[in-house]
């Protein structure tokens, strides 16, 4: 008879057992709010692996009294869809939610995810999704704008050390491990609560005694963290953007073979660097987005080892360029006027007029099709003709 595995028997069932995530948990945070308020919301987990993101989403649903339907984007199909959505109607008829937690939902393609969609929209369906992506790529806009995005942080080494200590006590085999391995698993677990535990149960498998040898037995090489403090990807890719941007360009490298060590994706990396092109580069080097690109094209059809080489070249160009925000700027600026003026008309001049009535009440007056024509008028709304968005420092 096969054992359950050590990290699921420590799987936690309610939201105070759940260790790390006090931003999202507590009095007054995101997760206990909504359990307090008994309302299923639609949510998509966002945060690296072994952080408790399918534990949270089973949470929930046991809080909300709900039929918990869990799926993988690896391995589901459109059957698998439509067999969640016959269950639901079925659930709606006997007045129980649904909630369907979606593991890797970045998996999904366009069309899988807008399957869902209606179904999301009707309130058939409670959907949470996982994904070690960013949403803001992955996760269709339809289905973004109507969930809440709650980010999962990797577990620090102390809150991977709470686990590993619960769990040596629930399996009464304090006396088996010594404190030097219980740091040894927490500190190369690079803030998977998931891995440290499978490594200990690994451990205590082999030995009577876990001391670090037999650490270092069971675990073999592994894929270092982003640092021994177990601080988690989104810290080092700080590390890295802010490297380029102070051109600092061993720096930037430094980062760059720590997160690819650590087994980053690779297309990860690379699209940061196509969004700081633009950003810090801008007009500065107008290559410098081409560059970029270029890369995260290369990147996507060399794949990894070689895809090393080109993510190396392409951080040193851009940590060596000059570096100029004026864009940027003028576009933070350009939106932040646009959402306090968004019902500013737009002067009747600059207007379509496709009917004689509209030409009539001046719609286009003045206008013609010619190259470099500009007519000696104020282009923007008259509430905020004399703004000036674009500046060159």
């Not at 869990?70 to 269950?87: M, Q, Y």
């Not at 409670?126 to 577990?155: C, Y």
């Not at 360009?249 to 660097?273: H, N, S």
């Not at 001046?362 to 206008?367: A, D, E, F, T």
Request: charged share 30%; proline share 4%; glycine share 8%.
């Amino acid at each position: 008879m096969n054992r359950v595995p050590l990290a699921e028997r420590m799987r936690p069932t309610k939201l105070p057992e759940v260790v790390g995530q006090d931003e999202i948990i507590g009095e007054g945070k995101i997760l206990t709010e909504i359990v307090k308020k008994g309302e299923p919301v639609n949510l998509i987990f966002w945060g690296p692996p072994g952080t408790g993101k399918t534990t949270l989403a089973r949470i929930l649903a046991h809080e909300f009294k709900a039929d918990f339907v869990e799926i993988s984007a690896v391995t589901a199909g459109k059957k698998d869809v439509e067999e969640v959505v016959a269950r639901a109607k079925l659930n709606w008829n006997l007045k129980t939610r649904t909630v369907l937690f979606v593991d890797e939902i970045h998996r999904f393609n366009k069309a899988q995810q807008d399957a869902f969609l209606p179904h999301v929209e009707s309130g058939l369906i409670t959907l949470i999704g996982a994904t070690t992506e960013n949403p803001s790529f992955e996760v269709i806009s339809p289905l973004l704008s109507r969930s809440r995005v709650v980010v999962i942080k990797a577990l620090s080494k102390d809150s991977i050390l709470e686990v590993l200590k619960r769990a040596v006590k629930a399996e009464k085999a304090t006396k088996r491990v010594s404190k030097k391995a219980l740091d040894l698993i927490a500190e190369m677990s690079g803030g998977d609560a998931r891995g440290a535990l499978g490594d200990l149960e690994l451990a205590l498998s082999l030995a009577d005694k876990v001391d670090e040898k037999v650490v270092e037995e069971a675990v073999g090489r592994k894929l270092p963290g982003y640092d021994k403090k177990g601080d988690n990807h989104y810290d080092t890719i700080s590390a890295f953007i802010k490297s380029m941007r102070g051109s600092d360009t061993d720096a930037a490298l430094y980062y760059l073979a720590r997160m690819v060590e650590a087994g980053e994706d690779p297309k990860f990396i690379a699209r940061r660097m196509v969004i700081f092109a633009s950003e810090d580069i801008g007009l500065a080097g107008n290559g410098a987005l081409s560059l970029a690109t270029a890369c995260f094209q290369a990147v996507e059809r060399v794949g990894m080892p070689e895809s090393g080489l080109i993510l190396a070249h392409t951080c040193i160009a851009l940590s060596k360029s000059k570096k100029n925000r004026d864009s940027a700027d003028a576009w933070y600026k350009a939106l932040d006027l646009a959402r306090k003026t968004r019902g500013e008309p737009v002067p009747i001049w600059l207007r379509n007029a496709p009917t004689k009535l509209m030409k009539d009440l001046g719609y286009g007056k003045g206008q013609k099709w010619e190259s470099g024509f500009h007519l000696d008028k104020n282009y923007l709304p008259d509430a905020i003709k004399d703004e000036k968005i674009f500046r060159t420092k």
